[in-house]
């Protein structure tokens, strides 16, 4: 009870000064910080929009599993919450009227947002912002109408794609909670996660099994079956593909298949169109085989662009102006000269495919590139998997990428390392990306022996300069000049951390440009990135502190633990300064 007395103080010291108290767990800290800056107002309602998917295949995943645990655990008081990943409810479970009231006057309603910026700290909200398991319990609850809750909440992730899908949480009112809770629907969420991965593994093999059909019919035209999970193309599809990754492809996808005619021209690819065929089933929509035409043949991407020139080329598909990003394409073009086989490796979402697709321009553009994506595996066996690489190896004129090799699991990673090993019938060109984290960064060492050349793409929270060169691209991309991000923009996007690297400012810069009313894309536009607008002059000490900071990152490339050595002081004082500044509503970049 006492402890209880000392966080109802700290939280009322909070919210009459914006100070906090030592006591504060920093998880809270930092989403009582988001929560005060978004301006989110304690006592109004939260709106109840419409439920964003009733019947999606997350919901179909986690009912089964919630209702099994409410079971388990008897006439508990407890409730199971599930939104989408933005922190919209999905759907709940609960036990008893009295349960089901309480939830009810907690706003855990279908369609009610929890995120920060609408409810404050919750551990629904701040599993969406910190990508981990999070409890908050009692008066850690910004909103008083939360704070008899007890709530421990996880992310569920996809076990392929890694992505989240959404968060499920587990609520008990405070006198009944039990440290147990946070690695309970730890499991539960790891639970969903796999169900929801053999769902897809399910649609997966049916969108295979219409490619395979088509594809046996031929002749071989150039065609490519996708959905958000993979990416499957003919070589001829390959060719025409230079420059999109499986994201965007899908991306595109979608819009074609929503137009009445299916029809629609490939970014970046001039005389080149593409037809989108849908491919349901029991359950719906399970992806789309799309068929490419040509004006007339388009080769590469250096073919298409002459002038640009081997660094262009990379600049073009990679785009910043970071030293570290001319430092990776100065050793990429390096690799590429001189080495054979190269590996890109990096936290998923930071443009490796792009990098490795434009690298195949760069050192052997008059050969094919064959893609084999070890996310396939989980489709069938890896020994037929290795086989088919072992194929395309053996063809003198092809290229091969070899895509996720973090999916490969040992016995398979040996083998192809074994393959790589031995002497290449033709000696030609092989490309490899593997997904890093940044708790495990490291290459296991066998795949680094297999390959000569070693590329790292950084994250692009260490290369912020990047943002305004990748957010200008996709808008040239996405837009075809008919949308142009205002500076303010600009300014909220270089603020944002991009915990999903350049994937999720590609994403949001499209989501803008659909979102924009007008011309011109505004911050109002990107609403989750809008609270990082500057809220109020700064002092000149303050304007002189970050101005010191910012040109010290500049100087590093981006990497601050090499800023904060510059500055004579440790790293975790200059996190914490920059932490203290963007509560002010100062871009930390």
């Not at 109408?145 to 569920?156: D, F, G, K, S």
Request: proline share 7%; aromatic share 2%; hydrophobic share 40%.
């Amino acid at each position: 009870m006492a402890e209880d007395r000392d966080q109802h103080q700290a939280r009322e010291a909070f919210l009459a000064s914006g100070r906090i108290d030592p006591s504060v767990r920093s998880v809270v800290a930092r989403s009582w910080q988001r929560s005060l800056t978004s301006g989110m107002g304690f006592d109004e309602r939260p709106r109840r929009p419409g439920v964003p998917d009733p019947d999606g295949a997350i919901v179909r995943a986690a009912g089964p599993v919630a209702e099994r645990l409410l079971e388990q655990l008897g006439d508990l008081p407890l409730a199971v919450l599930l939104t989408d990943p933005d922190a919209r409810v999905l759907a709940r479970w609960t036990r008893g009227a009295r349960t089901q009231d309480a939830v009810d006057d907690g706003d855990g309603i279908p369609g009610v947002s929890f995120g920060e910026q609408t409810l404050g700290t919750n551990a629904l909200g701040a599993v969406v912002e910190e990508g981990r398991p999070v409890a908050v319990s009692g008066p850690e609850h910004l909103s008083p109408r939360l704070q008899r809750w007890a709530c421990m909440a996880a992310p569920v992730r996809h076990p392929v794609t890694r992505r989240i899908e959404g968060v499920i949480d587990l609520s008990c009112l405070v006198e009944h909670t039990s440290p147990l809770m946070l690695p309970l629907v730890t499991r539960i969420a790891d639970e969903i996660g796999e169900r929801l991965g053999a769902g897809d593994s399910r649609r997966d093999r049916l969108l295979l099994d219409a490619y395979l059909r088509l594809e046996r019919r031929g002749p071989r035209r150039p065609m490519f079956a996708v959905n958000r999970a993979m990416i499957i193309a003919n070589p001829s599809a390959s060719d025409l593909l230079v420059g999109l990754d499986q994201h965007q492809a899908w991306e595109w996808t979608q819009r074609l298949l929503a137009r009445p005619d299916g029809d629609g021209a490939l970014p970046d690819a001039p005389g080149v169109r593409g037809h989108a065929h849908a491919v349901e089933g029991p359950s719906g929509l399970v992806g789309a085989i799309v068929s490419l035409q040509t004006a007339k043949r388009v080769e590469t991407l250096a073919r298409r662009s002459p002038s640009l020139g081997e660094l262009g080329v990379l600049r073009r598909a990679f785009p910043g102006r970071s030293l570290a990003t001319e430092d990776l394409l100065g050793r990429a073009l390096t690799a590429a000269r001189r080495s054979s086989a190269i590996l890109i490796a990096g936290e998923p979402g930071v443009g490796k495919q792009r990098l490795a697709r434009a690298l195949h321009t760069v050192a052997a553009p008059h050969t094919r590139l064959a893609v084999h994506d070890a996310v396939s595996c989980a489709l069938g066996t890896q020994s037929y998997w290795l086989h088919l690489v072992a194929k395309d190896l053996a063809d003198p004129h092809a290229a091969v990428l070899l895509l996720h090799l973090e999916q490969l699991r040992d016995a398979g990673c040996q083998a192809l390392c074994d393959r790589l090993a031995a002497p290449a019938p033709n000696g030609g060109l092989v490309i490899a990306t593997l997904a890093t984290s940044s708790r495990s960064p490291a290459t296991p060492a066998r795949l680094e022996s297999a390959f000569l050349g070693h590329l790292t793409v950084p994250p692009l929270r260490d290369r912020p300069e990047d943002v305004d060169d990748i957010a200008s691209a996709v808008l040239a991309e996405a837009a075809r000049g008919v949308r142009e991000l205002a500076p303010e923009t600009l300014r909220v996007l270089r603020a944002f951390d991009w915990p999903d690297n350049a994937r999720q400012l590609r994403s949001t810069v499209i989501a803008g440009c659909r979102a924009a009313p007008g011309s011109v894309v505004r911050p109002a536009d990107l609403p989750e990135l809008a609270p990082r607008l500057l809220t109020r002059t700064l002092g000149h000490l303050e304007r002189v502190e970050l101005e010191t900071i910012a040109e010290a990152v500049r100087a590093a490339g981006g990497n601050k633990a090499r800023a904060a050595a510059q500055l004579g002081i440790s790293r975790s004082t200059l996190y914490r300064r920059l932490s203290d500044l963007e509560g002010l509503g100062v871009p930390s970049s």
